[in-house]
């Protein structure tokens, strides 16, 4: 199975992408886009919904 490391720009932590996810695919369409690992885009999703209600 193909994957890809990348380099989350929230936590500095290097995570994989697996062939056929959604994040493969936008990582191999732009290799020069930050990305974030799931922990880290599970977290700022919660950031955002509790900014929107304050
Ligand atoms: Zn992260």
Redesign the pocket.
């Known amino acids: 199975m193909f994957h890809y490391e990348i380099l989350?720009f929230?936590?500095k932590?290097v995570f994989r992408v697996y062939e056929g996810t959604k994040e493969y695919k936008q990582f191999k369409e732009n290799k020069k886009g930050i990305y974030?690992?799931e922990?880290?885009s599970h977290n700022i999703r919660i950031e955002a919904i509790k900014n929107f209600f304050r």
């Open positions: 989350c929230s936590c932590k974030c690992c922990e880290c």
